[in-house]
C-alpha cells in the first residue's frame, strides 16, 4: 500500500504532498510577510530575531551563508529583500530540497530553519540531511509552531486559528485556502516532546527547546558533536 502523510488535515499520499505544498507557497508568496505580521501582530519577527540571537553570527559580515527554499516565487520575494540586508551580498540562494541538500557533507558551521520542517513531507529525512551537512560541533536550530499550552489562552488561540486567520488570509492574498493549510498544518506537527526524539535520532545531542509566547512557535536547538 503507498505511504500516506498529512496536508492539513487531509491524508494524501506522501508523493502527493509536496506539490499541494508548492501551491500554498506559490499563492502566498508576494503577500507571505504581510499576512504574518497580520496573524502575529508582528511577533513572527520577535521570534525569528530570537533564532538569530541564539546563533550569534559574527558581526564582521565575512560569513557566506546559503539561503534555501524549493519554492522558486518564495526564494525570488526573499532574495529581493536581501538587497537591502546588511550582509546580504554574503548569501546565496538554493532552489533545491530539504530532504536532499545539494551540498557536501559536513561542510557548515550551522544550519537553521524557520517554520519549514513542518511543511516538509519527510521530517526525518530533513532531519538527516541537516545531521549530514553540519560540521562536528556544528549548530542546529529549528523555529517551528508548536502547541499552546497556557489554559484559557489555548482556547483564545484556537478561536483566532479558525475563524480569524482563513478569513484574514483570504482578504490579503483572496484565498482562504492556503491558510486553513497553515492552521491545520500547525495542528499535525508533533508536539514538542516527540519533535525533540525525532532531532535525537537524527544524530543530534543536546537537545532543548525553548518555548515563545505561549509555546505558539517554539525554538529546537542542538549539536552535533
Ligand atoms: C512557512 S514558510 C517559511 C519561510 C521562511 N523560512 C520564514 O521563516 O518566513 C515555509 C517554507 O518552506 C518551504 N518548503 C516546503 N517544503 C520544502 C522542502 N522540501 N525543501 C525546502 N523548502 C521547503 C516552502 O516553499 C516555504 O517557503
Given at each position: 500500500m503507498a505511504e500516506t502523510t498529512h496536508f492539513g488535515e487531509r491524508t494524501v499520499p506522501l508523493e502527493a504532498k509536496q506539490g499541494l505544498v508548492n501551491e500554498v507557497f506559490h499563492a502566498v508568496a508576494d503577500r507571505y510577510d504581510l499576512m504574518n505580521d497580520l496573524m502575529s501582530g508582528g511577533v513572527h519577527r520577535l521570534w525569528k530575531d530570537a533564532l538569530v540571537s541564539r546563533l550569534a553570527p559574527p558581526k564582521t559580515g565575512t560569513l557566506p551563508y546559503r539561503v534555501?527554499?524549493?519554492?522558486?516565487?518564495?526564494?525570488?520575494?526573499?532574495?529581493?529583500?536581501?538587497?537591502?540586508?546588511?550582509?546580504?551580498s554574503q548569501a546565496r540562494f538554493v532552489e533545491?530540497?530539504?530532504?536532499?541538500?545539494?551540498?557536501?557533507?559536513?561542510s557548515f558551521d550551522a544550519y537553521t530553519i524557520a517554520f519549514g520542517i513542518r511543511n516538509v513531507p519527510r521530517i526525518e529525512v530533513a532531519l538527516g540531511e541537516a545531521y549530514r551537512v553540519l560540521k562536528r560541533g556544528g549548530r542546529f536550530l529549528c523555529l517551528e509552531f508548536s502547541a499552546v499550552d497556557v489554559p484559557g489562552f489555548d482556547r483564545l488561540y484556537k478561536a483566532w486559528s479558525d475563524r480569524a486567520i482563513p478569513p484574514i488570509g483570504k482578504a490579503v492574498t483572496g484565498d482562504g485556502e492556503p491558510y486553513q493549510?497553515?492552521?491545520?498544518?500547525?495542528?499535525?506537527?508533533?508536539?514538542?516532546?516527540?519533535?525533540?526524539?525525532m532531532i535525537e535520532r537524527a544524530g543530534f545531542k543536546r537537545v532543548t527547546h525553548t518555548a515563545m509566547s505561549g509555546n505558539i512557535a517554539a525554538l529546537h536547538a542542538a549539536w552535533k558533536l
Open positions: 534555501l527554499d524549493i519554492n522558486t516565487d518564495m526564494l525570488r520575494v526573499g532574495e529581493e529583500r536581501a538587497r537591502h540586508w546588511r550582509f546580504g533545491a530540497n530539504a530532504e536532499a541538500l545539494p551540498f557536501a557533507d559536513e493549510y497553515l492552521v491545520e498544518s500547525i495542528r499535525k506537527f508533533p508536539p514538542p516532546g516527540r519533535f525533540t526524539a
